[in-house]
C-alpha cells in the first residue's frame, strides 16, 4: 500500500483544478470529450468533487450566461448544502 501511495503522488497528489491543471486530469478530460456526443466534443470540461459541487457549479454557469439570478427546484429534493 505504501508503494501505490509514493505511486500516486508522483503522479497527481491533488485534482484541485483551480490550483493548476495536472496531466492526469486533463487527459480524464480530453478522454472524455473523445466519446462525447456531438458539440461536446470541441467544448469545455472541469472535473468536480462531488455532486454537490457540479450542481452549484451547473447553477452558477447558467445564471451567468442567461443573466438570471431565479433557480427553478424540486420541493423535497437534493441540490447541494452550500446554496
Known amino acids: 500500500m505504501v508503494e ?3 505511486d500516486q503522488a508522483r503522479t497527481l497528489i491533488h485534482g484541485a483544478s483551480h ?3 495536472m496531466e492526469p486530469y486533463v487527459d480524464m478530460l480530453e478522454s472524455l470529450k473523445a466519446v462525447a456526443p456531438g458539440d461536446l466534443k470541441n467544448g469545455k470540461g ?3 468533487n462531488s455532486g454537490s459541487e457540479a450542481v452549484e457549479t ?3 454557469l447558467a445564471r ?3 443573466n438570471r439570478s431565479m433557480i427553478l427546484a ?3 429534493s437534493f441540490h447541494g448544502r452550500t446554496m
Open 64 to 66: 451567468y450566461v442567461i
Open 4 to 6: 501505490a501511495i509514493c
Open 58 to 60: 451547473g447553477v452558477k
Open 74 to 76: 424540486f420541493t423535497d
Open 46 to 48: 472541469i472535473l468536480m
Open 19 to 21: 490550483v493548476g491543471y
